[in-house]
Protein backbone atom coordinates (compact mmCIF):
# COMPACT_ATOMS: atom_id res chain seq x y z
CA UNK A 1 0.00 0.00 0.00
CA UNK A 2 1.14 3.51 -0.74
CA UNK A 3 1.44 5.08 2.79
CA UNK A 4 1.35 8.36 3.47
CA UNK A 5 4.51 9.49 1.03
CA UNK A 6 3.78 12.73 0.91
CA UNK A 7 3.84 15.89 3.74
CA UNK A 8 2.84 15.06 7.38
CA UNK A 9 -0.15 16.30 7.95
CA UNK A 10 -1.08 19.12 10.41
CA UNK A 11 0.22 17.86 13.94
CA UNK A 12 -0.91 14.57 13.88
CA UNK A 13 -4.54 15.32 14.08
CA UNK A 14 -5.05 17.12 14.94
CA UNK A 15 -2.36 17.62 16.73
CA UNK A 16 -4.30 19.55 18.97
CA UNK A 17 -3.83 22.54 21.35
CA UNK A 18 -4.71 20.15 24.95
CA UNK A 19 -6.67 23.12 25.61
CA UNK A 20 -8.64 22.28 22.46
CA UNK A 21 -8.28 18.25 23.04
CA UNK A 22 -10.69 17.20 25.38
CA UNK A 23 -13.07 15.40 27.25
CA UNK A 24 -14.66 12.39 27.24
CA UNK A 25 -15.77 10.54 29.76
CA UNK A 26 -17.28 8.44 32.73
CA UNK A 27 -21.13 8.13 32.48
CA UNK A 28 -21.57 10.89 30.29
CA UNK A 29 -19.94 9.03 27.11
CA UNK A 30 -20.68 8.16 23.17
CA UNK A 31 -24.37 8.47 23.05
CA UNK A 32 -26.10 8.05 19.34
CA UNK A 33 -28.62 10.25 18.07
CA UNK A 34 -30.36 9.34 14.96
CA UNK A 35 -32.87 11.82 15.06
CA UNK A 36 -32.55 14.63 12.78
CA UNK A 37 -32.27 18.46 13.40
CA UNK A 38 -35.97 19.27 12.50
CA UNK A 39 -37.40 16.27 15.29
CA UNK A 40 -35.11 17.56 18.01
CA UNK A 41 -35.81 21.21 18.25
CA UNK A 42 -35.51 23.29 21.47
CA UNK A 43 -34.48 26.78 20.36
CA UNK A 44 -32.84 29.09 21.93
CA UNK A 45 -28.98 29.40 21.20
CA UNK A 46 -26.27 29.10 23.23
CA UNK A 47 -21.88 29.94 23.49
CA UNK A 48 -18.77 27.60 23.51
CA UNK A 49 -15.37 28.52 24.00
CA UNK A 50 -13.08 27.34 21.82
CA UNK A 51 -9.13 27.30 22.53
CA UNK A 52 -7.46 29.10 19.51
CA UNK A 53 -8.26 30.37 16.17
CA UNK A 54 -8.98 27.44 13.84
CA UNK A 55 -6.50 27.07 10.94
CA UNK A 56 -8.52 26.15 8.07
CA UNK A 57 -12.59 25.79 7.58
CA UNK A 58 -12.61 25.35 4.21
CA UNK A 59 -13.90 21.84 3.29
CA UNK A 60 -10.61 20.68 1.42
CA UNK A 61 -8.80 18.53 3.97
CA UNK A 62 -7.06 21.24 5.72
CA UNK A 63 -8.48 20.55 9.12
CA UNK A 64 -6.28 18.73 11.52
CA UNK A 65 -6.93 20.00 14.68
CA UNK A 66 -9.72 19.81 17.55
CA UNK A 67 -10.73 23.83 17.26
CA UNK A 68 -11.52 23.50 13.26
CA UNK A 69 -13.28 19.86 13.21
CA UNK A 70 -15.48 21.03 16.30
CA UNK A 71 -16.69 23.83 13.75
CA UNK A 72 -16.89 21.22 11.06
CA UNK A 73 -19.23 18.66 13.01
CA UNK A 74 -21.77 20.90 12.90
CA UNK A 75 -21.81 22.24 9.19
CA UNK A 76 -21.05 18.73 7.49
CA UNK A 77 -22.59 15.17 8.01
CA UNK A 78 -19.85 12.79 6.35
CA UNK A 79 -20.12 9.82 4.83
CA UNK A 80 -20.46 7.71 8.30
CA UNK A 81 -19.66 8.05 11.94
CA UNK A 82 -18.27 5.41 14.52
CA UNK A 83 -20.30 4.82 17.67
CA UNK A 84 -17.52 4.53 20.12
CA UNK A 85 -18.48 2.31 22.41
CA UNK A 86 -19.34 -0.32 19.83
CA UNK A 87 -17.70 0.69 16.79
CA UNK A 88 -21.01 0.35 14.98
CA UNK A 89 -21.00 2.11 11.17
CA UNK A 90 -23.74 5.02 11.29
CA UNK A 91 -24.02 6.10 7.96
CA UNK A 92 -24.30 9.67 6.96
CA UNK A 93 -24.50 10.59 3.20
CA UNK A 94 -23.73 7.18 2.53
CA UNK A 95 -26.72 4.77 2.13
CA UNK A 96 -24.38 2.02 1.99
CA UNK A 97 -20.50 1.36 1.70
CA UNK A 98 -19.22 -2.48 0.88
CA UNK A 99 -16.53 -4.48 -0.74
CA UNK A 100 -16.05 -7.84 -1.39
CA UNK A 101 -12.40 -7.99 -1.19
CA UNK A 102 -11.03 -4.90 1.15
CA UNK A 103 -9.49 -3.46 -1.97
CA UNK A 104 -12.37 -2.10 -3.89
CA UNK A 105 -14.95 0.01 -1.83
CA UNK A 106 -18.38 0.67 -3.30
CA UNK A 107 -20.23 4.13 -1.47
CA UNK A 108 -24.10 4.50 -2.45
CA UNK A 109 -24.80 7.98 -1.34
CA UNK A 110 -28.67 8.53 0.08
CA UNK A 111 -30.53 10.48 -2.84
CA UNK A 112 -31.54 14.26 -2.70
CA UNK A 113 -28.50 15.56 -0.89
CA UNK A 114 -27.51 19.17 -0.96
CA UNK A 115 -25.33 21.71 0.31
CA UNK A 116 -25.97 24.65 2.21
CA UNK A 117 -26.23 26.75 -1.35
CA UNK A 118 -28.41 24.17 -2.96
CA UNK A 119 -26.46 21.99 -5.06
CA UNK A 120 -26.47 18.33 -5.02
CA UNK A 121 -24.68 16.61 -2.80
CA UNK A 122 -23.14 13.27 -5.20
CA UNK A 123 -20.83 11.72 -6.47
CA UNK A 124 -19.09 14.64 -8.09
CA UNK A 125 -18.85 16.54 -4.87
CA UNK A 126 -16.92 13.90 -2.99
CA UNK A 127 -14.61 13.13 -5.87
CA UNK A 128 -13.82 16.71 -6.99
CA UNK A 129 -12.78 17.18 -2.79
CA UNK A 130 -10.62 13.92 -2.19
CA UNK A 131 -8.74 14.99 -5.63
CA UNK A 132 -7.73 17.82 -4.56
CA UNK A 133 -6.83 17.34 -1.50
CA UNK A 134 -4.99 14.40 -2.60
CA UNK A 135 -3.36 16.63 -5.18
CA UNK A 136 0.55 17.56 -3.59
CA UNK A 137 0.82 21.13 -5.00
CA UNK A 138 -2.70 21.89 -2.74
CA UNK A 139 -0.16 20.99 0.21
CA UNK A 140 -3.42 19.88 2.14
CA UNK A 141 -2.76 18.94 5.75
CA UNK A 142 -4.87 16.02 5.51
CA UNK A 143 -3.92 14.63 1.94
CA UNK A 144 -2.01 11.52 3.09
CA UNK A 145 -5.50 10.42 4.13
CA UNK A 146 -5.63 9.47 0.80
CA UNK A 147 -2.78 7.83 0.25
CA UNK A 148 -4.36 3.91 0.61
CA UNK A 149 -6.06 4.73 -3.35
CA UNK A 150 -4.65 3.62 -6.18
CA UNK A 151 -2.99 6.58 -7.86
CA UNK A 152 -2.37 8.39 -5.24
CA UNK A 153 1.91 8.26 -5.55
CA UNK A 154 0.77 9.79 -9.68
CA UNK A 155 -1.01 12.97 -7.41
CA UNK A 156 1.21 12.97 -4.53
CA UNK A 157 4.83 11.57 -5.50
CA UNK A 158 7.13 11.24 -2.77
CA UNK A 159 9.79 12.96 -4.89
CA UNK A 160 9.39 15.27 -8.39
CA UNK A 161 6.00 16.53 -9.85
CA UNK A 162 3.05 14.72 -10.30
CA UNK A 163 2.32 13.25 -13.23
CA UNK A 164 -1.41 13.31 -12.91
CA UNK A 165 -4.47 15.58 -11.45
CA UNK A 166 -6.67 12.89 -10.45
CA UNK A 167 -6.59 9.33 -8.49
CA UNK A 168 -6.91 6.38 -11.04
CA UNK A 169 -8.11 4.74 -7.98
CA UNK A 170 -11.56 7.02 -8.01
CA UNK A 171 -14.30 6.78 -10.57
CA UNK A 172 -17.63 8.12 -10.26
CA UNK A 173 -20.09 5.67 -11.50
CA UNK A 174 -22.96 7.18 -11.31
CA UNK A 175 -24.66 10.62 -9.46
CA UNK A 176 -25.22 8.58 -6.30
CA UNK A 177 -21.97 5.94 -6.53
CA UNK A 178 -18.52 5.97 -5.73
CA UNK A 179 -15.92 3.16 -6.66
CA UNK A 180 -12.50 3.42 -4.72
CA UNK A 181 -9.72 1.39 -5.11
CA UNK A 182 -6.65 0.70 -2.97
CA UNK A 183 -3.67 -0.17 -3.88
CA UNK A 184 -3.88 -3.05 -1.62
CA UNK A 185 -6.40 -4.47 0.70
CA UNK A 186 -7.11 -2.19 3.91
CA UNK A 187 -9.95 -3.62 5.93
CA UNK A 188 -10.11 -0.37 8.08
CA UNK A 189 -11.24 1.99 5.28
CA UNK A 190 -14.55 2.67 6.44
CA UNK A 191 -13.21 3.82 9.76
CA UNK A 192 -10.77 6.11 8.30
CA UNK A 193 -13.26 8.13 5.85
CA UNK A 194 -15.49 8.14 9.06
CA UNK A 195 -12.79 11.12 9.65
CA UNK A 196 -15.51 13.97 8.55
CA UNK A 197 -13.17 17.08 7.88
CA UNK A 198 -10.86 14.60 5.63
CA UNK A 199 -13.42 13.17 3.88
CA UNK A 200 -16.11 15.91 3.14
CA UNK A 201 -17.72 16.95 -0.49
CA UNK A 202 -17.01 19.89 -2.22
CA UNK A 203 -19.80 22.58 -3.54
CA UNK A 204 -18.86 23.49 -7.15
CA UNK A 205 -19.27 27.34 -5.31
CA UNK A 206 -16.47 26.41 -3.07
CA UNK A 207 -14.02 25.22 -5.85
CA UNK A 208 -14.30 28.01 -7.86
CA UNK A 209 -13.07 30.38 -4.59
CA UNK A 210 -11.32 28.59 -1.54
CA UNK A 211 -10.67 31.65 -0.02
CA UNK A 212 -14.24 33.19 0.58
CA UNK A 213 -15.41 29.07 1.33
CA UNK A 214 -12.62 29.17 4.15
CA UNK A 215 -14.31 32.34 5.21
CA UNK A 216 -18.07 30.81 5.08
CA UNK A 217 -17.45 27.44 4.62
CA UNK A 218 -21.23 25.69 2.49
CA UNK A 219 -21.49 22.68 4.02
CA UNK A 220 -24.21 19.78 4.45
CA UNK A 221 -24.58 19.47 8.13
CA UNK A 222 -27.82 20.34 10.36
CA UNK A 223 -26.11 24.02 10.71
CA UNK A 224 -24.46 26.49 8.26
CA UNK A 225 -22.36 29.48 8.60
CA UNK A 226 -24.51 32.91 10.31
CA UNK A 227 -22.05 35.44 8.72
CA UNK A 228 -18.06 35.12 7.89
CA UNK A 229 -15.76 33.60 10.60
CA UNK A 230 -14.83 36.22 13.08
CA UNK A 231 -10.64 35.47 13.46
CA UNK A 232 -9.37 35.59 16.62
CA UNK A 233 -13.05 36.46 17.74
CA UNK A 234 -16.33 34.46 17.12
CA UNK A 235 -17.87 31.50 14.69
CA UNK A 236 -21.56 31.48 14.01
CA UNK A 237 -24.00 28.71 12.77
CA UNK A 238 -27.48 28.69 12.67
CA UNK A 239 -29.82 25.89 12.02
CA UNK A 240 -30.55 25.02 8.59
CA UNK A 241 -34.42 24.40 8.00
CA UNK A 242 -33.42 22.26 4.91
CA UNK A 243 -31.61 19.71 6.86
CA UNK A 244 -32.85 16.33 6.61
CA UNK A 245 -30.30 13.69 7.27
CA UNK A 246 -29.35 12.12 10.95
CA UNK A 247 -27.36 14.23 13.07
CA UNK A 248 -29.27 16.60 15.61
CA UNK A 249 -30.21 20.09 15.72
CA UNK A 250 -31.80 20.84 18.70
CA UNK A 251 -30.56 24.97 19.10
CA UNK A 252 -31.19 27.12 16.75
CA UNK A 253 -27.82 28.72 16.84
CA UNK A 254 -24.22 27.94 18.18
CA UNK A 255 -21.66 30.83 18.76
CA UNK A 256 -17.74 29.72 19.15
CA UNK A 257 -16.25 31.72 20.93
CA UNK A 258 -12.15 31.83 20.58
CA UNK A 259 -9.91 32.27 23.26
CA UNK A 260 -5.77 32.06 23.30
CA UNK A 261 -6.17 31.94 27.12
CA UNK A 262 -8.80 29.40 29.11
CA UNK A 263 -8.00 31.15 32.14
CA UNK A 264 -9.62 33.96 30.56
CA UNK A 265 -12.29 31.60 29.10
CA UNK A 266 -12.99 30.45 32.47
CA UNK A 267 -13.48 34.05 33.81
CA UNK A 268 -15.87 34.73 30.92
CA UNK A 269 -18.07 31.85 32.29
CA UNK A 270 -18.14 33.00 35.49
CA UNK A 271 -19.09 36.35 34.29
CA UNK A 272 -21.45 34.91 32.19
CA UNK A 273 -20.02 35.96 28.38
CA UNK A 274 -20.05 32.49 27.55
CA UNK A 275 -22.13 29.43 28.08
CA UNK A 276 -19.82 26.29 27.91
CA UNK A 277 -16.11 25.93 28.19
CA UNK A 278 -14.58 22.39 26.13
CA UNK A 279 -11.58 22.63 28.14
CA UNK A 280 -11.20 24.03 32.01
CA UNK A 281 -7.42 25.10 33.08
CA UNK A 282 -6.38 22.86 35.71
CA UNK A 283 -5.53 25.30 37.85
CA UNK A 284 -9.25 26.72 37.68
CA UNK A 285 -10.82 23.27 38.10
CA UNK A 286 -11.44 22.94 42.33
CA UNK A 287 -12.76 26.68 41.64
CA UNK A 288 -15.02 25.23 38.27
CA UNK A 289 -16.18 22.13 40.56
CA UNK A 290 -17.18 24.25 43.65
CA UNK A 291 -19.13 26.61 41.03
CA UNK A 292 -21.01 23.97 39.04
CA UNK A 293 -21.41 21.07 40.33
CA UNK A 294 -23.42 18.70 38.24
CA UNK A 295 -22.82 20.79 35.50
CA UNK A 296 -19.05 20.09 35.41
CA UNK A 297 -17.89 17.14 33.43
CA UNK A 298 -14.15 15.56 34.14
CA UNK A 299 -14.24 13.07 31.26
CA UNK A 300 -11.78 10.72 29.23
CA UNK A 301 -10.67 12.55 25.72
CA UNK A 302 -8.92 9.62 23.70
CA UNK A 303 -6.27 12.14 23.32
CA UNK A 304 -2.55 10.93 23.36
CA UNK A 305 -0.02 14.07 24.84
CA UNK A 306 3.88 13.24 24.26
CA UNK A 307 7.06 15.36 23.66
CA UNK A 308 8.36 14.75 19.98
CA UNK A 309 12.17 14.22 19.83
CA UNK A 310 13.46 16.06 16.82
CA UNK A 311 15.90 13.74 14.93
CA UNK A 312 17.62 16.31 13.40
CA UNK A 313 19.24 17.32 16.56
CA UNK A 314 22.52 15.25 16.84
CA UNK A 315 22.78 14.42 20.37
CA UNK A 316 19.10 13.38 20.42
CA UNK A 317 19.77 10.52 18.08
CA UNK A 318 21.70 8.69 20.74
CA UNK A 319 18.56 5.92 21.49
CA UNK A 320 20.29 5.69 25.08
CA UNK A 321 19.79 9.86 25.49
CA UNK A 322 16.00 9.75 24.57
CA UNK A 323 15.49 6.78 26.97
CA UNK A 324 16.92 8.77 30.11
CA UNK A 325 14.90 11.45 29.18
CA UNK A 326 12.20 9.70 29.37
CA UNK A 327 12.70 7.83 32.79
CA UNK A 328 13.17 10.90 34.74
CA UNK A 329 10.00 12.44 33.62
CA UNK A 330 7.53 12.41 36.60
CA UNK A 331 4.40 11.79 35.15
CA UNK A 332 2.23 10.66 37.95
CA UNK A 333 3.35 13.32 40.52
CA UNK A 334 2.57 16.43 37.41
CA UNK A 335 -0.35 14.56 36.56
CA UNK A 336 -1.64 15.21 40.64
CA UNK A 337 0.34 18.05 41.00
CA UNK A 338 0.37 20.34 38.17
CA UNK A 339 -3.01 18.56 35.89
CA UNK A 340 -5.17 17.79 39.26
CA UNK A 341 -5.61 14.75 38.11
CA UNK A 342 -7.15 15.00 35.08
CA UNK A 343 -5.37 12.79 33.15
CA UNK A 344 -3.74 9.25 33.53
CA UNK A 345 0.24 8.38 32.95
CA UNK A 346 0.37 7.27 29.60
CA UNK A 347 1.59 3.22 29.16
CA UNK A 348 1.01 3.12 25.61
CA UNK A 349 1.18 4.85 22.70
CA UNK A 350 -2.17 3.52 21.99
CA UNK A 351 -5.09 5.07 24.12
CA UNK A 352 -7.04 3.25 26.32
CA UNK A 353 -10.02 4.11 24.10
CA UNK A 354 -9.57 1.66 21.43
CA UNK A 355 -8.87 -1.89 21.35
CA UNK A 356 -5.05 -3.08 21.26
CA UNK A 357 -4.12 -0.64 23.98
CA UNK A 358 -2.11 -1.81 26.92
CA UNK A 359 -1.58 -0.93 30.75
CA UNK A 360 2.21 -2.20 30.88
CA UNK A 361 3.59 -1.48 27.43
CA UNK A 362 5.73 1.03 28.25
CA UNK A 363 9.12 0.55 29.61
CA UNK A 364 10.53 3.57 29.08
CA UNK A 365 7.86 5.36 31.16
CA UNK A 366 8.49 4.34 34.76
CA UNK A 367 9.78 7.29 36.68
CA UNK A 368 13.86 5.87 37.82
CA UNK A 369 15.87 9.28 38.22
CA UNK A 370 18.84 6.69 39.25
CA UNK A 371 19.11 4.60 36.31
CA UNK A 372 18.40 7.52 33.96
CA UNK A 373 20.81 9.38 35.79
CA UNK A 374 24.03 6.58 34.55
CA UNK A 375 22.41 6.10 31.26
CA UNK A 376 22.38 9.65 30.73
CA UNK A 377 25.51 10.20 31.75
CA UNK A 378 27.16 6.51 30.53
CA UNK A 379 25.68 7.83 26.90
CA UNK A 380 27.96 11.18 26.89
CA UNK A 381 25.05 13.44 28.07
CA UNK A 382 23.93 16.35 25.90
CA UNK A 383 26.13 19.02 24.34
CA UNK A 384 26.46 22.59 26.86
CA UNK A 385 23.73 20.65 29.11
CA UNK A 386 21.34 22.36 28.01
CA UNK A 387 18.18 21.29 26.30
CA UNK A 388 15.28 23.01 24.59
CA UNK A 389 11.87 22.47 25.68
CA UNK A 390 8.87 23.94 22.80
CA UNK A 391 5.31 24.19 23.10
CA UNK A 392 2.46 26.61 21.87
CA UNK A 393 1.90 28.95 24.55
CA UNK A 394 -2.13 29.49 23.91
CA UNK A 395 -2.91 26.00 25.65
CA UNK A 396 -2.36 26.01 29.13
CA UNK A 397 0.91 23.89 28.71
CA UNK A 398 3.78 26.22 30.27
CA UNK A 399 3.14 24.60 34.42
CA UNK A 400 3.64 21.26 33.29
CA UNK A 401 6.47 21.64 30.87
CA UNK A 402 8.47 23.94 33.30
CA UNK A 403 7.50 20.75 36.29
CA UNK A 404 9.25 18.08 33.15
CA UNK A 405 12.13 20.41 32.79
CA UNK A 406 12.74 20.75 36.31
CA UNK A 407 12.67 17.17 36.36
CA UNK A 408 15.60 16.87 33.80
CA UNK A 409 17.71 19.88 36.03
CA UNK A 410 17.09 17.50 39.18
CA UNK A 411 17.57 14.47 37.75
CA UNK A 412 19.86 14.60 34.92
CA UNK A 413 21.93 18.02 35.85
CA UNK A 414 20.57 19.58 33.00
CA UNK A 415 19.42 23.47 32.17
CA UNK A 416 16.84 24.02 29.43
CA UNK A 417 15.38 26.49 28.31
CA UNK A 418 11.54 27.16 26.91
CA UNK A 419 10.71 28.10 23.69
CA UNK A 420 6.77 29.02 22.51
CA UNK A 421 4.73 30.39 20.41
CA UNK A 422 0.87 30.10 19.24
CA UNK A 423 0.05 27.34 17.96
CA UNK A 424 -0.59 28.23 14.30
CA UNK A 425 2.79 29.13 13.69
CA UNK A 426 4.05 26.24 16.08
CA UNK A 427 3.07 24.14 13.67
CA UNK A 428 4.79 25.60 11.35
CA UNK A 429 7.98 25.86 12.45
CA UNK A 430 7.70 21.88 12.98
CA UNK A 431 7.01 21.42 9.51
CA UNK A 432 10.39 23.67 8.68
CA UNK A 433 11.78 21.48 11.35
CA UNK A 434 12.55 24.73 13.25
CA UNK A 435 12.96 23.10 16.98
CA UNK A 436 15.72 22.77 18.74
CA UNK A 437 14.97 19.98 20.84
CA UNK A 438 11.62 18.10 22.45
CA UNK A 439 8.55 19.78 21.61
CA UNK A 440 4.99 19.30 22.82
CA UNK A 441 2.01 17.97 21.35
CA UNK A 442 -1.38 15.89 21.56
CA UNK A 443 -3.34 13.93 19.73
CA UNK A 444 -7.21 13.26 19.13
CA UNK A 445 -8.52 10.17 16.98
CA UNK A 446 -10.48 9.81 14.18
CA UNK A 447 -11.43 7.08 14.33
CA UNK A 448 -11.49 4.24 16.73
CA UNK A 449 -8.36 1.85 15.55
CA UNK A 450 -5.08 1.34 16.87
CA UNK A 451 -3.57 2.00 13.69
CA UNK A 452 -4.80 5.45 14.14
CA UNK A 453 -2.44 6.10 16.44
CA UNK A 454 0.49 5.01 14.96
CA UNK A 455 0.47 5.16 11.31
CA UNK A 456 -0.60 8.99 11.10
CA UNK A 457 1.90 10.33 13.70
CA UNK A 458 5.01 8.20 12.42
CA UNK A 459 4.24 7.34 9.38
CA UNK A 460 6.20 8.55 6.00
CA UNK A 461 5.18 11.83 5.44
CA UNK A 462 2.28 12.13 8.53
CA UNK A 463 2.83 14.13 11.69
CA UNK A 464 6.77 12.81 11.74
CA UNK A 465 7.53 16.03 12.45
CA UNK A 466 10.86 14.70 14.40
CA UNK A 467 11.62 12.85 11.06
CA UNK A 468 11.96 10.11 12.82
CA UNK A 469 13.92 7.52 10.69
CA UNK A 470 16.50 4.51 10.27
CA UNK A 471 16.00 0.60 10.43
CA UNK A 472 13.35 1.13 13.52
CA UNK A 473 11.37 2.98 11.76
CA UNK A 474 11.65 0.63 8.11
CA UNK A 475 10.92 -2.19 10.30
CA UNK A 476 7.41 0.10 12.19
CA UNK A 477 6.13 1.08 8.84
CA UNK A 478 6.20 -2.61 6.77
CA UNK A 479 4.73 -3.82 10.48
CA UNK A 480 1.85 -1.45 9.74
CA UNK A 481 1.33 -2.33 5.97
CA UNK A 482 1.34 -6.00 7.21
CA UNK A 483 -1.39 -5.02 9.72
CA UNK A 484 -3.47 -3.13 7.29
CA UNK A 485 -3.36 -6.21 4.99
CA UNK A 486 -5.55 -7.97 7.44
CA UNK A 487 -8.69 -9.30 6.73
CA UNK A 488 -10.28 -7.79 9.77
CA UNK A 489 -9.81 -4.87 11.99
CA UNK A 490 -9.61 -7.26 14.71
CA UNK A 491 -7.15 -9.63 13.55
CA UNK A 492 -4.95 -6.88 12.79
CA UNK A 493 -4.86 -5.36 16.56
CA UNK A 494 -1.66 -7.61 17.93
CA UNK A 495 0.63 -6.28 15.00
CA UNK A 496 -0.61 -2.79 15.56
CA UNK A 497 0.97 -3.74 18.99
CA UNK A 498 4.28 -4.81 17.25
CA UNK A 499 4.63 -1.85 15.37
CA UNK A 500 3.64 0.10 19.37
CA UNK A 501 6.33 -1.95 20.82
CA UNK A 502 8.80 -0.19 18.05
CA UNK A 503 8.05 2.97 18.80
CA UNK A 504 8.42 2.35 22.60
CA UNK A 505 11.79 0.53 22.29
CA UNK A 506 13.19 3.54 19.74
CA UNK A 507 11.00 6.35 21.83
CA UNK A 508 10.83 9.31 18.55
CA UNK A 509 7.82 10.36 21.46
CA UNK A 510 7.96 10.68 25.08
CA UNK A 511 4.68 9.50 25.90
CA UNK A 512 3.01 11.63 28.45
CA UNK A 513 -0.25 10.71 29.81
CA UNK A 514 -3.56 10.09 28.39
CA UNK A 515 -5.89 13.51 28.50
CA UNK A 516 -9.01 14.19 30.73
CA UNK A 517 -11.39 17.89 30.06
CA UNK A 518 -13.06 18.94 31.87
CA UNK A 519 -16.07 20.55 31.21
CA UNK A 520 -18.28 23.16 32.40
CA UNK A 521 -21.38 24.40 31.26
CA UNK A 522 -24.55 27.38 32.39
CA UNK A 523 -27.62 26.25 34.14
CA UNK A 524 -29.82 26.95 30.95
CA UNK A 525 -28.01 23.83 28.91
CA UNK A 526 -28.99 20.18 29.55
CA UNK A 527 -28.15 17.05 27.77
CA UNK A 528 -24.23 18.25 27.19
CA UNK A 529 -22.46 14.50 25.78
CA UNK A 530 -19.04 13.99 25.00
CA UNK A 531 -17.36 11.46 22.94
CA UNK A 532 -13.87 10.62 21.60
CA UNK A 533 -14.62 10.83 18.03
CA UNK A 534 -17.08 13.60 17.87
CA UNK A 535 -16.00 15.61 21.12
CA UNK A 536 -18.73 17.27 22.39
CA UNK A 537 -22.14 16.55 20.55
CA UNK A 538 -23.35 19.82 20.04
CA UNK A 539 -26.64 19.42 17.84
CA UNK A 540 -27.66 17.45 21.08
CA UNK A 541 -27.01 20.09 23.37
CA UNK A 542 -31.06 21.68 24.86
CA UNK A 543 -31.05 25.59 25.34
CA UNK A 544 -34.15 25.55 28.24
Known sequence: MGRRTTRRLL?????????????????????????????????????????????????????????????????????????????????????????????????????????????????????????????????????????????????????????????????????????????????????????????????????????????????????????????????????????????????????FRLYSDPKTAFRDWQAGEVDMLDTVDPSQVPQAQALAGERFLSVDSGSFNYLGIPFYVEELQNVDIRRALSMAIDRQTIVDQVLNGLATPASDVIAPFVTGSRDDACQYCEYDPEAAKTLFDEAGGIEDNTVEIWFNNDGGHEDWVQAVAEGWKNDLGLEYSLESQPFTPYLKTLEEEGVGGPYRLGWLPDYPSAENYLDPLYGEGSSNYGQWAGPEHDAFLATIEEADAEASAEAAVPIYQEAADIVLSDLPVFPLWYGQTSIVYAENLDNVVYDPLQQIKLGDVTVS
Open 11 to 255: VGLATIAMFATACSGSDDEASTDTDSGSDTASGGSFSLALGSDPSFLAPTAQCYESTCSQVLSMLYTGLLSIDPETNEQILGDAESIDSPDGKVWTVKLKPDLKFHNGEPVDADAYVRAWNYSAYGPNATQTGFFFSPVEGYDDVAPAEGDPTAKEMSGLKVVDDQTIEITLSEAFSQWPLVMSYTPAFAPLSQECEQDLEACNEKPIGTGPYMMDGAWQHNKSITVAKWDDYTGPNSASADGIE
